[in-house]
Nanobody, 122 residues
C-alpha cells in the first residue's frame, strides 16, 4: 500500500521555529507534486505551500510568505517544511498532500498524510 507519513510538529512559543517532514512509501515523491495544507478549528482548510513536479517551482500562501520554506530531499524521499517566526494564527493541524496535478489545486491531491498538530502559544 501507498503511505504518506508525517513527522514534526509540537508546541512552540511565538517567534519560534518548527520543521515538518513528509515521507512516502510506495512512491517516489520527486515524481509528484507535494503540498502542505492546514486546518484550524473554526476556519476553512488552507493550502499553505507546495512544490510542483519537474521544475520544482514553489508557491506560498500570503499568510506564510517569507516565513515558511518548502524543499525536497530526494535522497531521503522526503519533502520538508521549515516554519520560522511562528504566530498563534499558525496553530492548526498540518497535512502533507501528494498528487499528480498542479500543486496549487488542493481538491485534486490524491494522497494525504495523517496530520500533525502545530500549536503556537505563550
Amino acid at each position: 500500500q501507498l503511505h504518506v507519513v508525517q513527522s514534526g510538529g509540537g508546541l512552540v512559543q511565538p517567534g519560534g521555529s518548527l520543521r515538518l517532514s513528509c515521507a512516502a512509501s510506495g512512491l517516489s515523491l520527486d515524481n509528484y507534486a507535494v503540498g502542505w495544507v492546514r486546518q484550524a478549528p473554526g476556519k476553512d482548510r488552507e493550502g499553505v505551500t507546495c512544490i510542483s513536479r519537474g521544475d520544482g517551482n514553489t508557491y506560498y500562501a500570503d499568510s506564510v510568505k517569507g516565513r515558511f520554506t518548502i524543499s525536497r530531499d530526494n535522497a531521503n524521499n522526503t519533502v520538508n517544511l521549515q516554519m520560522n517566526s511562528l504566530k498563534p494564527d499558525d496553530t492548526a493541524v498540518y497535512y502533507c498532500a501528494v498528487g499528480e496535478s498542479d500543486c496549487r489545486d488542493v481538491p485534486r491531491y490524491d494522497y494525504w498524510g495523517q496530520g500533525t498538530q502545530v500549536t503556537v502559544s505563550s
